[in-house]
Each structure stands twice: as structure tokens, then as C-alpha cells.
């Protein structure tokens, strides 16, 4: 079975820009939740989707939004970039019938 | 709410040498406990978890783990580490039931010298 996959895998923005960031859970899995990688912060939540329904969100701005679409694949939207946002963003998936999630190989965001 | 704390931040160790991750969490509601590896510039790979049932957990790469309730900790071990074995290590907790976040500790580097 095919593991979690995100799209792209490296993307450099300025500062104003807005990026789109896509993931695509495996096969089954209709739970995609995100996360932010730095070295300052460490991980941190960003959101959980389920059955294309935000269920679960972390402490970011608005800035920062997401979605889900009924093939259970999910979008992340991060609008007028700051130097600050650039991090690895990764994406994990899951089934209800576990409590795992499977990580993504995420996407390396340099904001310039 | 949960945290985790990972006491060491970089552990040098020489390879065959046995190794052992420490990690302590607080959480005022029952949890299941992971530990995931991230190897440079890639995303993260789960090695065990602890969802109930035995305390002693075996994962991949000869890998295990001990929960322990009344010390609240899960420390991460290996009895003979290999120069592939250098990585990022992350404990993570998440309170049980179907929704519920990650919380991961800030990480510790385990560097293998030959």
C-alpha cells in the first residue's frame, strides 16, 4: 500500500506570497492531519481533517487554513508569508480503526 | 491538557553500545504513547507504540520501549546501536479516543560513532 505523499516536496516563497501545499493520506484513511516542523518550536499541530470537516485545530493564525476533499486528500493555505512560516510542513494520515498516524515526507517551506 | 518532555537533547554513543532515550509525560487523562524517527530530510517514521496491554513494547529495528504509569515515562531503548541508527528521535502522546492531536517532545539526536 502506497504511504502518504506530499506535494511538492521543496518550495521558496517571499515574504507577501500565499502557498498551497498538498497531501494525499493512504489508501483507506480519511483522518490527514497537519504539522510544522522548526527548529525553534519544534512539531506543533496545525490541523486535523476528517471526512472533509475540520475537527481539530491548533494555536496558529488565521493566516493558516486547510481542507479536506471527499477522496480524503488535503490541502494546506498559508497566505501573506513571513519569514517565520518557513519550516518542514508535514502531513499524517490515519483510519478510526487505529490510533497511528503515518507521516508524509513533508514539505521544506523557505520563505525569503 | 498533555506534554512531553525528552531529557536529553543530543546522545553520543559509540556503535554496539547499548542506548537508552528518555521520556516523561503529564497528562491528566489516559494517553497512548508512540516513538517516532526522523532521519535527515525526511518525514517521520513511527518505531513503537503503546496503546494498552503489555507495558514492554518491541518495535522495528530492535527498538523497545517500557511504559511506566507511576513514573509516567516511556524511555526508548536498544541493546546494540548501529552507525545507521543516527537520527532525530520523537516521543509523542495523544490522549485516547478518536480525535486528538500529537504532542511531541522537542526531540533527541542520537549520533553513533564508530
Known amino acids: 500500500k502506497a504511504g502518504v505523499t506530499q506535494t511538492p516536496r521543496y518550495l521558496i516563497k517571499t515574504r507577501g506570497q500565499q502557498v498551497t501545499l498538498s497531501c494525499s493520506p493512504i489508501s483507506g484513511h480519511r483522518s490527514v492531519s497537519w504539522y510544522q516542523q522548526t527548529p525553534g518550536q519544534g512539531l506543533q499541530f496545525l490541523f486535523e481533517y476528517f471526512s472533509e470537516t475540520q475537527r481539530n485545530k491548533g494555536n496558529f493564525p488565521g493566516r493558516f487554513s486547510g481542507r479536506q476533499f471527499s477522496n480524503s486528500r488535503s490541502e494546506m493555505n498559508v497566505s501573506t508569508l513571513e519569514l517565520g512560516d518557513s519550516a518542514l510542513y508535514l502531513c499524517?494520515?490515519?483510519?478510526?480503526?487505529?490510533?497511528?498516524?503515518?507521516f508524509g515526507p513533508g514539505t521544506r517551506l523557505t520563505v525569503l | 491538557a498533555q506534554s512531553v518532555t525528552q531529557l536529553d537533547s543530543q546522545v553520543p554513543v559509540f556503535e554496539e553500545a547499548p542506548v537508552e532515550l528518555r521520556c516523561n509525560y503529564s497528562s491528566s487523562v489516559s494517553v497512548y504513547l508512540f516513538w517516532y524517527v526522523q532521519y535527515p530530510n525526511q518525514g517521520l517514521q513511527l518505531l513503537l507504540k503503546y496503546l494498552s496491554g503489555s507495558t514492554l513494547v518491541k518495535g522495528i529495528n530492535g527498538f523497545e520501549a517500557e511504559f511506566n504509569k507511576s513514573q509516567t515515562s516511556f524511555h526508548l531503548r536498544k541493546p546494540s546501536v548501529h552507525i545507521s541508527d543516527t537520527a532525530e528521535y520523537f516521543c509523542a502522546v495523544r490522549r485516547r479516543g478518536s480525535q486528538g492531536n500529537l504532542i511531541f517532545g522537542k526531540g533527541t539526536k542520537l549520533s553513533v560513532k564508530p
Open positions: 499524517a494520515s490515519r483510519t478510526e480503526l487505529t490510533d497511528t498516524q503515518y
